[in-house]
């Protein structure tokens, strides 16, 4: 079905629309300038600038008895050779905690498929450890671990949730929270260790300086129905000038002086008219 848009025989009207459509153009160009050109700042939820370095766990101080602390150490002294060393995967389902056991099962750790960093350990005991929260059966700790090659290898320190449901303390997490590998330099250069060597990366050398392109893609549409809207208002304004000027060349090609005739509509009312004012 053919559908035929009418324009406007007023020429007034047909001015106010073009108008129209050209403020409607100059408003959607701006838009559009606005959304695609980039923001040179920093964009939302990235660092911006260096910020303070973030602060570990406070201990908490609790009481922890002798005799916990004693059969946490035996715990850890078991555990750690058994599940971070892979020596004895059975010893270490013996002593995982419930969680633990959750996520896994007692045949993934016979494959070595343990929820457990694997780390070459070379230590006599892990009786050193520090207890960052003690709560009623439940203890947060982290322990400092050395490997037994440290020229390859650096010092790690693990996060280890030890539970205690029943009668005997278990291990529920055990994850990696620093890594301190010993720095590449040739054997040639004198180098001693500090505080720099285990820093994280300034933030502002991971922080993109430009705007994510998906952070206004939710304009987009928006602006391009508004757009069409304000397109039609022009188009039917540039149709309207164009048939105007095609008349003007044609009554100047033919020489016409007269006005045209009027519509039979109208000419017809005009008729009623005449005759109505001719009559007593």
């Not at 896994?104 to 050193?128: D, I, M, T």
Request: hydrophobic share 40%; charged share 20%; net charge positive.
């Amino acid at each position: 079905m053919n559908v035929v848009i009418r324009i406007p025989e007023s020429p007034r009207l047909r001015r106010r629309l073009t108008w129209v459509a050209i403020a409607g153009i100059l408003a959607v160009a701006g838009i559009l300038i606005a959304v695609l050109i980039p923001s040179r700042g920093p964009s939302n939820g990235t660092a911006a600038g260096n910020r303070a370095p973030a602060q570990l766990a406070v201990d908490t101080h609790q009481k922890l008895s002798t005799a916990n602390r004693r059969q946490i150490d035996t715990l850890l002294d078991r555990f750690i050779p058994a599940a971070v060393e892979r020596r004895d995967p059975t010893t270490a389902w013996a002593l995982a905690g419930p969680e633990m056991r959750d996520s896994s099962s007692l045949s993934a750790f016979r494959k070595g498929k343990l929820p457990v960093p694997s780390y070459p350990a070379n230590e006599q005991n892990y009786h050193h450890w520090r207890a960052i929260d003690v709560e009623k059966g439940s203890v947060v700790l982290n322990v400092l671990v050395h490997p037994k090659n440290p020229q390859k290898l650096g010092t790690w320190v693990f996060s280890i949730e030890v539970v205690k449901p029943k009668s005997r303390w278990l291990v529920n997490h055990i994850y990696t929270i620093a890594v301190m590998n010993p720095p590449v330099r040739p054997a040639t250069v004198t180098h001693e260790l500090g505080p720099a060597d285990f820093a994280a990366p300034s933030p502002t050398s991971r922080t993109s300086t430009t705007s994510s392109p998906s952070s206004h893609s939710f304009l987009l549409p928006v602006v391009a129905i508004f757009g069409i809207l304000l397109l039609i208002p022009l188009a039917l304004g540039v149709g309207a000038l164009l048939r105007a000027h095609r008349w003007r060349r044609a009554v100047r090609a033919s020489g016409r002086t007269e006005l045209p005739p009027l519509p039979s509509r109208y000419r017809d009312g005009a008729e009623e008219q005449k005759e109505l004012a001719s009559q007593p």
